[in-house]
């Protein structure tokens, strides 16, 4: 009589996940090499810059300066409104030239900048030939509201031309 | 009394990959969501300084002076920008804007003129916004003409300046 022998009990080790490991492994090398965390220019988020179809990438950010230029009437108008009060009237010197902040000498966060203080100081200029005397190649960013109006604008080019800024770029963004 | 029959066979399936499986998943959804692949900004590039009312760029010596296409912008409570340029006006709007351009390309091109020793100096008004400036900025870029004989390449304008303002 042939004893029958029994298909040993099989135990399964459930679904074989290797292979979504190998993908999964892939792709997380893919977006650790092409994310950009962590890239600190100083750009302020509330800006709101021009819409244009044209422009370029700048790939090395590290040799970048990004100024932020708002408009003074509507900072304090957002400083109001985030503080539940009305807007204070600005004196004139304020009124007639733009706030400009941006990461200089050194610092982590952008600090304001004048482009002529009260005293006569023209700060803005001064920081800039004092940057571009350690970097001739620095690329300036210029990161301003779409509405603002030229006449705020033009007081940071001529501050960045007195600095003998060779690199200017308008950022903007895409439609 | 218990008797055992042929031995149990037992199938090793390695370690359990549950758990290193949802770790990794967790760390791909975070590399996904921190990460940025360089955001919809673009920036539009200039070399030359803002030029002084009246002045003109530094000339080397030997070197000869670029020519200037002086380009007004006032501001249109209606079309948001008026543009005028030498004999041409037009209002905001971008097609029209190119336009204008365009035929000052073939102008400068019918006299011989390389668009490449042009400067386009945009003279905005004080009280014109920024995104009309930077429109009628794109627009002289974005002009082009299609080659003469003997050249491949088209005519565009590739200097755009500013100046301060009136």
Redesign the interface.
């Known amino acids: 009589m042939v004893r029958r022998?029994?298909m040993?009990?099989?135990?399964?080790?459930?679904v074989n996940?290797?292979p979504?490991?190998d993908i999964?492994?892939c792709?997380?090398i893919f977006?650790?090499l092409?994310?950009?965390?962590g890239v600190a220019t100083g750009a302020d988020e509330t800006i709101v810059?021009?819409?244009?179809?044209?422009?370029?990438?700048?790939e090395d950010m590290g040799n970048t300066l990004t100024l932020n230029v708002r408009d003074p009437a509507k900072v304090e108008q957002d400083r109001a409104a985030a503080a539940n009060e009305r807007p204070a009237p600005l004196p004139e010197f304020r009124r007639e030239q733009p706030t400009v902040t941006a990461i200089v000498e050194g610092g982590t966060e952008p600090r304001p900048l004048w482009v002529s203080s009260p005293s006569g100081d023209r700060e803005l200029a001064r920081v800039l030939r004092a940057v571009v005397e350690k970097n001739a190649n620095l690329r300036i960013?210029i990161r301003?509201?779409?509405?603002?109006?030229?006449?705020l604008?033009?007081q940071v080019?001529?501050a960045?031309?007195e600095a003998r800024?060779?690199?200017?770029?308008?950022?903007?963004?895409?439609p | 009394m218990k008797i055992k029959g042929?031995k149990?066979?037992?199938?090793?399936?390695?370690p359990n990959?549950?758990a290193?499986?949802d770790v990794?998943?967790v760390?791909?959804v975070f590399?996904?969501l921190?990460?940025?692949?360089?955001g919809?900004?673009?920036?539009?590039?200039?070399?030359l300084?803002?030029k002084?009312k009246g002045g003109g760029g530094e000339v080397k010596p030997g070197e000869v002076q670029d020519v200037t296409l002086d380009v007004r912008i006032d501001p249109d409570p209606t079309y948001g920008f008026r543009v005028r340029c030498g004999d041409i006006a037009t209002v905001g709007e971008a097609a029209s804007l190119r336009n204008a351009f365009e035929q000052k390309l073939r102008a400068y091109s019918a006299i011989g003129t390389n668009p490449e020793k042009i400067q386009v100096v945009l003279s905005?008004?004080?009280?014109?916004?920024?995104?009309y400036?930077?429109?009628v900025?794109?627009q002289a870029?974005?002009a082009e003409v299609a080659a003469p004989a003997g050249q491949d390449k088209p005519l565009k304008f590739t200097k755009v300046a500013?100046q301060?303002?009136r």
């Open positions: 022998r029994s040993p009990e099989m135990r399964e080790g459930g996940v290797t979504l490991i999964v492994m792709l997380i977006f650790m092409v994310a950009k965390i810059p021009p819409e244009t179809l044209l422009g370029s990438r700048i960013i301003a509201d779409f509405d603002i109006e030229y006449r604008l033009e080019l001529m960045c031309a800024v060779k690199d200017y770029n308008f950022e903007t963004k895409s | 042929a149990q066979v037992h199938y090793d399936s390695g990959m549950t290193m499986v990794v998943m760390i791909l590399l996904m921190a990460g940025s692949f360089g919809s900004w673009h920036y539009l590039t200039s070399n300084p803002i002084a905005p008004g004080r009280s014109v916004k920024y995104q400036v930077v429109e900025y794109q870029l974005l500013f301060a303002s």
